[in-house]
């Protein structure tokens, strides 16, 4: 999934998910506060495989257990209607701070909800050249290769 796109958020905390989004999200998915804290949404194939990853790992592991509360115990399952709106958990709306406005921003295989005002805040340290060199020389000095 790839592209952003600025939807408004109903007073029953609905939003249209964009058609190609859709597809591929398919029926069931699901919603999850996320670690930047902003909102994710997976396909059940995604989630799926995140919750695999998580199974095949051992559970002594102190905070492996702890991702897994906050992960698990911050996501529902949701579909959309006839229209393609979702109901958006209002606790996920008021942790991440999304009023009215939220950027729907496709992010490989998954979609995350940006309040408005944060993402474009977000966005503009882009504009600069410096910022852009910076974020290219660490990612090229961590081995991250594309």
């Known amino acids: 999934m790839f592209g952003n796109h600025l939807k408004t958020i109903d007073e029953k905390n609905r939003i249209i998910i964009p058609s190609q989004f859709r597809e591929e999200l398919g029926e069931v998915f699901y919603i999850s506060l996320g670690l930047d ?24 592991n102190k905070n492996l257990r702890e991702f897994a509360r906050f992960f698990f115990g911050n996501t529902t399952e949701a579909s959309c209607d006839k229209v393609g709106r979702v109901v958006l958990p209002k606790n996920l709306l008021n942790l991440v701070a999304i009023k009215n406005e939220a950027y729907l921003i496709g992010v490989g295989e998954k979609i995350e909800l940006w ?8 966005q503009s340290k882009f504009m ?9 020389n660490k990612l090229f000095e961590s ?4």
Not at 128 to 136: G, K, Y
């Open 143 to 146: 081995g991250v290769e594309l």
């Open 115 to 122: 309040p408005k005002e944060r993402y474009e805040e977000h």
């Open 37 to 60: 804290k902003i909102v994710e949404i997976r396909s059940k194939s995604e989630f799926d495989r995140i919750k695999e990853k998580m199974k095949a790992n051992n559970s002594l």
């Open 128 to 136: 600069d050249e410096n910022s852009i060199d910076e974020l290219q």
